[in-house]
């Protein structure tokens, strides 16, 4: 991964540079998507929603973690992808660091909370009849069943159990990965009628305008006002 390749250098210079960057305010950083490693991921996410039929594009900004704003049609992506330094900061608070593969993993889920809001599936009794109730109560501590067929496997944990909203952006990440031969892989599965499903809606209104077109960013990194070392403070605390 690009972010991840950063030159070696003695290590007393690069904890001059770390505390130089950690004394920062993210809302300072001259951050940008253009230009790096993440527009080519996210070029990647607009080729995969063209083979499939789809008009929509979800908009994508910079802001602390990875997440659709409620009900808003648009990617949040974490900082810390676009700048080498504070990959390298992220992997010394976190000890993980997103690959390139789980970039475009956590894309293509993110792109189908996006689609679910942008044309309002989920207020339709279709949609709830399928995937179960959106109002259902958001827990954390969810105990996923890993030999579960009702639900499809995409990103780690067995992120599609833990409430309707997930189930969806899960399956439209399977349906939209290249070559995931998904009619084969999940026939038989009870998940095969999500697939069908979101095969179905996307056919039918792939080439329509979003009926939810309200853009608002939640957290930008021009609202982060807190240092580097502030945001990491707060998540390790």
């Not at 998507?33 to 979800?58: D, M, V």
């Not at 207020?123 to 969810?142: A, K, V």
């Not at 031969?181 to 999940?186: A, H, I, L």
Request: charged share 30%; aromatic share 14%; with cysteine.
């Amino acid at each position: 991964m690009e972010t991840q390749l950063l030159e070696k250098k003695p290590p007393h210079v690069w904890e001059e540079e770390r505390a130089e960057v950690l004394a920062k305010k993210i809302s300072e950083l001259p951050l940008k998507i253009e230009g790096t490693f993440l527009e080519t991921q996210i070029q990647r996410l607009y080729e995969e929603l063209e083979a499939k039929g789809l008009s929509f594009r979800p908009s994508c900004y910079l802001s602390d973690e990875w997440g659709c704003p409620d009900g808003i049609p648009i990617i949040g992506i974490p900082f810390y992808l676009v700048d080498k330094k504070l990959s390298r900061i992220e992997e010394e608070y976190t000890e993980n660091l997103e690959t390139d593969e789980e970039i475009i993993l956590y894309l293509r889920h993110e792109a189908g909370h996006a689609f679910n809001y942008a044309y309002e599936l989920d207020l339709n009794e279709e949609w709830h009849s399928i995937f179960g109730p959106f109002s259902r109560p958001y827990r954390d501590d969810y105990k996923p069943n890993p030999l579960s067929k009702k639900y499809v496997k995409h990103m780690q944990g067995w992120y599609a159990q833990k409430h309707p909203d997930e189930d969806f952006a899960e399956t439209f990440a399977v349906w939209l990965t290249p070559d995931s031969d998904w009619r084969k892989k999940y026939e038989g599965w009870e998940a095969y009628k999500k697939l069908n499903y979101i095969d179905r809606v996307a056919k039918e209104i792939g080439l329509l305008p979003p009926k939810r077109q309200d853009l608002e960013q939640d957290r930008p990194v021009s609202a982060l006002t807190v240092t580097i070392r502030e945001h990491y403070d707060q998540y390790n605390s």
